[in-house]
């Protein structure tokens, strides 16, 4: 007799509703690890290069034409030379045609002439290798019109170098150079004084931003919508108002202060050491208030108000109120958004780009990698920045998950 | 402390301070004129008048509305609260003393509400002080937030000149009628902020079809179906946000640069939307969790096939949250600035904000910086003010990358 066991493995249905569901997720899928993760790969393979602004494009022979010599003494020349002074170019050929009535003398290796066209191989050409093929021509007519019709014909060339990004050549050149001096620690030093404060500010704001908001009156709507303003507006607005508002010679805020006594003269906001760092945060801090009061006022909006009119019965004061009820029930979001922000301004690049371009102390860790790859056109040593973010971030996501998923379920 | 001819004073004290300011500032912004408040005098003047609204508690009382009236008038004498510029216009003069004296009263009144003279309970006192610093945020968060678009608006209607005589004076010549405007007209004249302008309208738009059309069915599979690996995908989504995008730009820049993608459209349109899939995905698919599966079900024992039952039943259930993610994520792309930064060089293809971009140099006067910022900003403002519950439903909902 055989007993009825539970059926084990998948089903037929479930394995149909598998692949519709990866077919569904396969778009985003490709896109994402198309667009997400191949640059990565691809930046953490750059890092181990030496690899600079000039070399995107690869080594390539360059050639020039000209018709020189006068009367009967005429010449075609061809200049061939490598456009990298230190890799070589495999399978380099040159090709063109003569213009018809033209008629070619004698023609040296490596070239061959086959009626009108002309086709040299030179095999390698070294890295700043220069060659020079000279044909003797004879014309009947003028000497300027056949100038013309000589250079108007291209010719044309074929060989490739090296990529320096395909070859298997690695070094940590790059790592050497970041972690190399006081820059790379100076450098850090910004970024966690720019994330820690700008976090912190930024959940302090909003916390105090909700706290204002948590009731409701007339225009309340109108208000909340006001106070997001900030967030709303894109970033090179805001960040170009800031600019104009604090500068030195025409800004407002400098005059303000200027005519309420409180400074004798105009202060370069953006360009003085200290001073730009803290401006850069304080931009940080007023940007994203607003994120952190909206998810804060949403979360208030949803306690329990009976806990309160407990509290009131017992005969505990607003103060008590809000730091014995509330804060402990903001404390889940209050967690959840000091990480994730934590994360974002510790990635944040355009505010202090638009703002000061990592100058007057205020270059962090993200600014480096553009300053590095474009200022100093070196793509390798950014990528070598750009890889030590990413290490940083890997160690952020472990803290990350391991708070998230018992905090708020995310 | 907890006595109420002591709480009076200091919260009076302070509050003239704040009132004091908030009036200086907003009068020197309007009128470009000198107006100073006087921290020590707002003090001592705050001191008096909130022992006097202590100890008269009649709202409307004769010595409450002398001592505001004196507060008032004493910033004629150059001993008040705030000092005012011997070239100030007779308005302003009076608009300062009227609201110095109004604000004042009505505010103060109100702060120190049912306050007795003498000893205060715990939650009297709680309560005022609670009052005040309501007040005070109310002021605070307004000002912070008025002042750079306030600052941004009006710069973009000066001259170069009036600009830098007297950065503090905004005040604008009606008179000069459409002339107001002429930044804005360079701009769409000699700058081709036209272009600029529709060329971010569709790229916005298309960024938002393209990332519905991978988002919604990835998110209804998330949501809705059961298949390994289904929490490890949901949770490597939210991983996607935290890679920052100057790393990635990098390595875009160069494959673009290999490829010919840079300065065209065709490439910034190909990458908006693989920004922006991961946060639509995870929007949505937090809606479509919410939603009953029954009617869903009905519709597959009807006979509809899964797709049939997404476009049929789930899609138009969800538009509001489809609404809500459309909105951000144009407002992503609209805002979107790196990447526009750095794959566009041709001035015949940038979006608006890389144009705005190319206007930040030392030869191109400021208010036209102003007016591409204004630019910039209106559209997305006018989008956000109509459609606010929809937008702020999406950014909460989506815990938002910013």
């Known amino acids: 007799?055989?007993?009825?066991?539970?059926?084990?493995?998948?089903?037929?249905?479930?394995?149909?509703?598998?692949?519709?569901?990866?077919?569904?997720?396969?778009?985003?899928?490709?896109?994402?690890?198309?667009?997400?993760?191949?640059?990565?790969?691809?930046?953490?393979?750059?890092?181990?290069?030496?690899?600079?602004?000039?070399?995107?494009?690869?080594?390539?022979?360059?050639?020039?034409?000209?018709?020189?010599?006068?009367?009967?003494?005429?010449?075609?020349?061809?200049?061939?030379?490598?456009?990298?002074?230190?890799?070589?170019?495999?399978?380099?050929?040159?090709?063109?045609?003569?213009?018809?009535?033209?008629?070619?003398?004698?023609?040296?290796?490596?070239?061959?002439?086959?009626?009108?066209?002309?086709?040299?191989?030179?095999?390698?050409?070294?890295?700043?290798?220069?060659?020079?093929?000279?044909?003797?021509?004879?014309?009947?007519?003028?000497?300027?019109?056949?100038?013309?019709?000589?250079?108007?014909?291209?010719?044309?060339?074929?060989?490739?170098?090296?990529?320096?990004?395909?070859?298997?050549?690695?070094?940590?050149?790059?790592?050497?150079?970041?972690?190399?001096?006081?820059?790379?620690?100076?450098?850090?030093?910004?970024?966690?004084?720019?994330?820690?404060?700008?976090?912190?500010?930024?959940?302090?704001?909003?916390?105090?931003?909700?706290?204002?908001?948590?009731?409701?009156?007339?225009?309340?709507?109108?208000?909340?919508?006001?106070?997001?303003?900030?967030?709303?507006?894109?970033?090179?607005?805001?960040?170009?108002?800031?600019?104009?508002?604090?500068?030195?010679?025409?800004?407002?805020?400098?005059?303000?202060?200027?005519?309420?006594?409180?400074?004798?003269?105009?202060?370069?906001?953006?360009?003085?050491?200290?001073?730009?760092?803290?401006?850069?945060?304080?931009?940080?801090?007023?940007?994203?208030?607003?994120?952190?009061?909206?998810?804060?006022?949403?979360?208030?909006?949803?306690?329990?108000?009976?806990?309160?009119?407990?509290?009131?019965?017992?005969?505990?004061?607003?103060?008590?109120?809000?730091?014995?009820?509330?804060?402990?029930?903001?404390?889940?979001?209050?967690?959840?958004?000091?990480?994730?922000?934590?994360?974002?301004?510790?990635?944040?690049?355009?505010?202090?780009?638009?703002?000061?371009?990592?100058?007057?102390?205020?270059?962090?860790?993200?600014?480096?990698?553009?300053?590095?790859?474009?200022?100093?056109?070196?793509?390798?040593?950014?990528?070598?920045?750009?890889?030590v973010i990413l290490m940083c971030l890997i160690a952020f996501s472990f803290v990350f998950f391991r708070f998230i998923s018992r905090e708020e379920g995310l | 402390m907890r006595k109420g001819y002591i709480t009076g004073p200091v919260l009076g004290a302070l509050w003239m301070v704040v009132i004091a300011t908030t009036i200086a500032v907003t009068m020197s912004f309007a009128t470009g004129a000198a107006f100073r408040p006087q921290v020590l005098l707002s003090l001592i003047w705050g001191a008096v008048a909130g022992l006097v609204y202590v100890r008269f508690p009649a709202r409307h009382a004769p010595a409450r509305l002398g001592v505001a009236a004196l507060l008032g008038l004493s910033c004629l004498t150059g001993f008040g609260p705030v000092l005012i510029g011997s070239e100030t216009t007779l308005l302003a003069l009076l608009v300062t003393v009227i609201s110095v004296a109004v604000v004042m009263h009505v505010s103060l009144a109100a702060i120190l509400k049912e306050l007795p003279f003498a000893e205060l309970t715990r939650h009297e006192y709680e309560d005022a002080v609670i009052r005040f610093c309501t007040g005070f945020g109310y002021i605070f968060f307004t000002a912070i937030v008025i002042i750079p678009f306030y600052v941004m608006v009006m710069t973009s209607l000066k001259s170069q000149q009036a600009l830098l005589q007297n950065p503090l004076d905004f005040s604008v010549d009606l008179s000069q009628g459409m002339a107001l405007f002429r930044s804005?007209?360079?701009?769409?004249?000699?700058?081709?902020?036209?272009?600029?302008?529709?060329?971010?309208?569709?790229?916005?738009?298309?960024?938002?079809?393209?990332?519905?059309?991978?988002?919604?069915?990835?998110?209804?599979?998330?949501?809705?179906?059961?298949?390994?690996?289904?929490?490890?995908?949901?949770?490597?989504?939210?991983?996607?946000?935290?890679?920052?995008?100057?790393?990635?730009?990098?390595?875009?820049?160069?494959?673009?640069?290999?490829?010919?993608?840079?300065?065209?459209?065709?490439?910034?349109?190909m990458i908006y939307p693989v920004t922006t899939i991961p946060v639509a995905l995870y929007m949505l698919q937090g809606y479509f969790r919410g939603l009953p599966t029954e009617v869903e079900e009905a519709g597959l024992m009807d006979g509809l096939s899964r797709l049939a039952v997404i476009w049929k039943i789930t899609l138009p259930l969800s538009l509001p949250a489809l609404a809500s993610v459309s909105l951000y994520v144009f407002m992503i792309a609209w805002n979107e600035f790196l990447l526009a930064f750095m794959l566009l060089d041709d001035p015949s293809k940038f979006t608006l904000t890389r144009g705005v971009t190319m206007l930040n140099s030392s030869e191109i006067p400021r208010q036209h910086l102003m007016a591409g910022a204004v630019i910039a900003t209106v559209p997305i403002m006018a989008l956000f003010l109509g459609l606010e519950r929809f937008m702020t439903k999406g950014l909460t909902a989506g815990s938002v990358k910013g």
């Open chain 2, 184 to 269: 804005y007209t360079e701009l769409f004249r000699d700058f081709n902020f036209g272009s600029y302008l529709l060329t971010s309208f569709y790229v916005s738009v298309l960024t938002v079809f393209i990332t519905l059309l991978f988002s919604v069915p990835g998110a209804y599979a998330v949501a809705r179906f059961r298949f390994q690996g289904q929490k490890a995908f949901s949770r490597s989504i939210l991983l996607i946000y935290m890679v920052p995008m100057i790393v990635l730009a990098l390595p875009i820049y160069i494959a673009f640069s290999l490829t010919g993608l840079r300065n065209s459209i065709l490439g910034i349109v």
């Open chain 1, 1 to 387: 007799m055989s007993s009825a066991t539970p059926p084990t493995g998948t089903g037929a249905l479930a394995k149909r509703e598998a692949r519709l569901a990866w077919t569904l997720l396969a778009p985003t899928i490709i896109s994402v690890s198309l667009v997400v993760i191949l640059p990565l790969l691809a930046i953490i393979w750059i890092s181990f290069k030496p690899f600079t602004l000039s070399d995107l494009r690869p080594p390539a022979p360059i050639v020039r034409e000209s018709l020189r010599g006068s009367g009967d003494d005429l010449r075609i020349e061809y200049r061939l030379r490598n456009s990298s002074q230190e890799f070589a170019i495999d399978g380099v050929t040159l090709s063109d045609v003569l213009p018809d009535g033209v008629i070619a003398g004698e023609v040296a290796a490596p070239c061959i002439l086959d009626g009108q066209d002309l086709f040299c191989d030179f095999g390698a050409l070294e890295g700043g290798q220069r060659e020079r093929i000279r044909i003797p021509v004879e014309f009947d007519g003028d000497p300027d019109a056949f100038e013309e019709l000589v250079e108007a014909s291209e010719p044309r060339v074929t060989g490739s170098g090296p990529s320096v990004l395909t070859n298997f050549e690695f070094s940590l050149e790059n790592f050497a150079r970041v972690f190399d001096g006081d820059e790379f620690w100076g450098v850090l030093g910004v970024t966690l004084f720019y994330t820690v404060f700008g976090t912190i500010g930024a959940l302090v704001m909003g916390l105090f931003a909700a706290l204002l908001l948590n009731k409701s009156f007339k225009g309340q709507g109108f208000i909340r919508g006001l106070y997001l303003f900030p967030y709303v507006a894109p970033v090179i607005a805001v960040a170009f108002t800031w600019v104009t508002l604090f500068d030195p010679f025409s800004g407002s805020a400098n005059a303000l202060l200027v005519q309420m006594g409180l400074s004798s003269e105009p202060i370069n906001f953006f360009g003085e050491r200290p001073l730009a760092l803290i401006m850069v945060t304080v931009f940080e801090i007023w940007r994203y208030f607003p994120l952190s009061f909206l998810f804060i006022l949403a979360r208030m909006q949803s306690i329990d108000s009976s806990m309160y009119e407990a509290a009131d019965m017992d005969g505990a004061s607003p103060f008590q109120k809000f730091w014995l009820l509330s804060i402990p029930q903001l404390l889940g979001i209050l967690s959840v958004l000091f990480l994730l922000r934590f994360i974002w301004t510790f990635n944040k690049f355009d505010d202090i780009f638009l703002l000061t371009g990592g100058n007057a102390g205020t270059r962090t860790l993200t600014v480096n990698v553009y300053e590095q790859a474009f200022a100093v056109s070196n793509i390798g040593a950014g990528a070598a920045v750009a890889v």
